[in-house]
């Protein structure tokens, strides 16, 4: 947009709240509550206080009308100078990593020197609404023009516009939750209960392993009494979620458990981006550059499942790189479900689906498994949606930092049919 070489985009770091199923330890907490202390310890951390940031990119998937202007609000509360700005945006899961993409977008082309991108969402904070005829009878009578036109609409009060309204947890287009229609992928990837739940129980074990040999701890700031993500189950074993019934198809075709699905979490996380020079004026290392990224949709409602467009996304993005599956050294993949990650594993690895879906001469080959989500991942830590992203993004740069050379992968599935995927690399 400048007219300039396009600059490379660091990432200097990443913080995020210890992720919490809903409706325990944060359960007062409101998504401005979690994403202010969240860019609060950031702020302390870099030692941003009072500085003026180029651009703030921040989103919630679950949010109230109150909460119109998240991003700067919080930001005002964060003590960064108040004359920097801040956005809201929302592309489901993929809400933190598309606001790092913005940000980077925005550094690399000349348009900001510097950038904070991330989310929080909360499950326990529901935004519990009354029904349309309710609303409409309020409306009614507060545009009446004298006494009896505003009475008038109150006359029609019924006890069933007190029946509160939940935030939507299906398709529009299909009538279909995430986990029912991941569960129709299941079957058509043909994905045992037996894998997913090995899938799910290696997922809580490198998550506390990591826990334990303390690569969280300048992760993750201790919030609300929390140190930890509180989902994890270190002492789980494959016999314990062997015994837990499918919760999406209930029949004995059902493989998907609350077990080897994500919880209903809420936390909030951050990262800070930035050009190089703004990083090498203030003395702050580089963990890693965002180098690549890349946005897919799919027709889910006639022709793919509702979580497979990562694989169109990486297939897309690895083109733009000339790079191949294999050529990285780690690999961070969205839990949604333990099935949406092995069906993409599946898709990459099949002949078919990559030349008739991906238009491409073979498939995509499989990938180490030993370098997929080596610190855990949302299965066993959690999913505050809007937080997963910068998250992951916050992760994979620290590993290749302590590496001090690669390359990683980062794939998000969102609902809507979308992926978000992006490429780091070791300075």
């Known amino acids: 947009m400048r007219n300039q070489p396009a600059r490379r985009v660091a990432v200097i770091g990443g913080l995020r709240l210890p992720f919490c199923r809903s409706h325990t330890t944060y359960r007062h ?10 860019l609060s310890a950031l702020v302390e951390r870099y030692d941003l206080a009072g ?7 921040f989103g919630a998937v679950i949010k109230h009308s109150r909460d119109w202007n998240l991003a700067r609000e919080s930001v005002l509360s964060s003590g960064l100078a108040p004359e920097t700005p801040a956005f809201d945006l929302q592309r489901a899961c993929g809400t933190s990593l598309s606001a790092a993409v913005l940000i980077s977008s925005k550094i690399s082309t000349g348009l900001i020197d510097s950038g904070l991108a991330g989310g929080t969402d909360s499950l326990s904070d529901l935004p519990i609404v009354y029904p349309a005829a309710y609303r409409h009878l309020l409306l009614e009578s507060a545009r009446g023009q004298n006494l009896g036109q505003k009475i008038r609409p109150w006359l029609g009060l019924r006890p069933r516009h007190f029946k509160p309204e939940l935030p939507g947890v299906v398709e529009p287009r299909t ?13 058509e990837w043909l994905l045992t209960r037996e894998d997913q739940d090995q899938f799910a129980l290696e997922s809580h074990q490198k998550a506390a392993r990591a826990y334990e040999e303390g690569y969280y701890d300048d992760l993750v700031v201790e919030y609300q009494g929390a140190s930890r993500d509180n989902n ?5 074993s494959l016999e314990q979620l062997a015994r837990l019934k499918p919760v999406f198809d209930r029949s004995k075709d059902g493989t998907m458990t609350a077990g080897n699905s994500t919880p209903l979490t809420d936390g909030a996380s951050a990262v800070l981006l930035s050009s190089e020079e703004w990083a090498a004026k203030r003395g702050l290392p580089v963990l890693a550059y965002l180098t690549y990224a890349k946005v897919a949709a799919v027709d889910f409602v006639n022709r793919e ?5 990562p694989a169109y996304a990486v297939s897309e993005m690895l083109a733009d790189a000339g790079l191949a599956l294999q050529d990285f050294d780690l690999y961070e993949i969205h839990e949604a479900f333990a099935a949406q990650t092995l069906a993409t594993l599946k ?16 498939s995509l080959g499989a990938i180490d498994r030993q370098r997929l989500n080596i610190k855990g ?10 937080a997963t992203g910068a998250r992951i993004l916050a992760s994979l740069a620290k590993l290749l930092h302590e590496r001090g050379s690669g390359r990683g992968l980062i794939s998000v599935c969102t609902a809507g049919g979308m992926g978000v995927t992006a490429i780091l690399e070791a300075p």
């Open 377 to 386: 991942g949302s299965v066993a830590i959690g999913h505050p949606f809007a």
């Open 347 to 362: 898709a990459w690895e099949s002949d078919s689906f990559c030349r008739e879906r991906l238009d491409r001469s073979a």
């Open 29 to 38: 907490c409101s998504n401005q509550d979690m994403l202010t202390a969240v």
């Open 51 to 57: 500085q003026r940031l180029g651009d703030a990119a």
């Open 175 to 187: 009538g279909l939750s995430m986990g029912e229609s991941m569960e129709l992928t299941a079957k």
């Open 232 to 236: 994890i189950r270190a002492d789980t």
């Open 305 to 309: 499942g509702l979580l497979m467009a």
